[in-house]
């Protein structure tokens, strides 16, 4: 139980243009859903939460009108990277919880990688 | 501030032996701890929590990770290694009063030798 799925799980795309990537909870409703982004041989950087029908909360520094962030629905949250540059390759994880949970079930993540 | 701390960047230990992976965390009020493995080219996968009650707490795969308030430590265990084992391992903490988002330890890469 508590699947988590990322797609694609991995992207390249040319510098300027924008990508889309959706994450899933398969197999239970994701009241609240985190954004991630992880470097080379670091550690997690929370990049934003958001609930479901709720506009996201982004950590001091993220840019919102670049990383778009929708919980649509219990059970899919989307990240757009915008108009991408070279600087945002990187692993994108995102994780999810459903009402009660206090641990956090992880999808597999996304590389992308802007040429 | 609140943070955490996994002061090993790597952990060599041979298969059979036990072995211990360290946390160290500073939170106001009662913390809730977590611990989480990354395997390569795999998602990051939950192992335990320390949420109350019995400062041991057992988890997934044999782990296990003792609380202890006086330290303010949450190290993982596991009495006797699997080659298997070898993957990156993080420690968090949730925020206090957040919406459960984690502070993350740096991460500790554990290698087991056949």
């Known amino acids: 139980g508590a699947v988590v799925s990322q797609h694609p799980s991995w992207v390249i795309c040319k510098s300027g243009t924008s990508v889309k990537i959706e994450c899933r909870s398969l197999?239970?409703?994701?009241?609240?859903m985190f954004w991630y982004r992880q470097f080379p041989k670091q550690s997690l950087m929370l990049m934003a939460t958001s609930n479901e029908g709720s506009k996201a909360t982004y950590e001091q520094g993220v840019e919102k009108d670049k990383f778009l962030i929708n919980h649509a629905s219990l059970t899919l949250s989307t990240l757009t990277v915008t108009s991408a540059h070279p600087e945002d390759s990187s692993f994108y994880i995102c994780?999810?919880?459903?009402?009660?949970?206090?641990?956090?079930?992880f999808g597999p993540g996304t590389r992308l990688t802007v040429t | 501030a609140q943070s955490v701390a996994q002061p090993e960047d790597q952990v060599n230990v041979a298969e059979g032996n036990p072995l211990t992976v360290k946390c160290t965390y500073s939170v106001s009020g009662n913390p809730y701890l977590f611990w989480y493995v990354q395997y390569p080219n795999r998602g990051l996968q939950f192992l335990l929590k320390?949420?109350?009650?019995d400062n041991l707490v057992k988890g997934s795969y044999g782990f296990e990770a003792e609380f202890n308030k006086s330290q303010t430590s949450f190290h993982l265990k596991k009495p006797s290694a699997l080659v298997s084992d070898s993957a990156l391992y993080f420690c968090a903490v949730r925020y206090m009063d957040s919406n459960y988002q984690l502070i993350w330890g740096a991460g500790t890469k554990l290698i087991i030798k056949p």
């Open positions: 994780s999810a919880r459903w009402s009660g949970s206090y641990e956090q079930y």
């Open positions: 320390y949420i109350t009650g």
């Open positions: 197999d239970f409703q994701a009241t609240t």
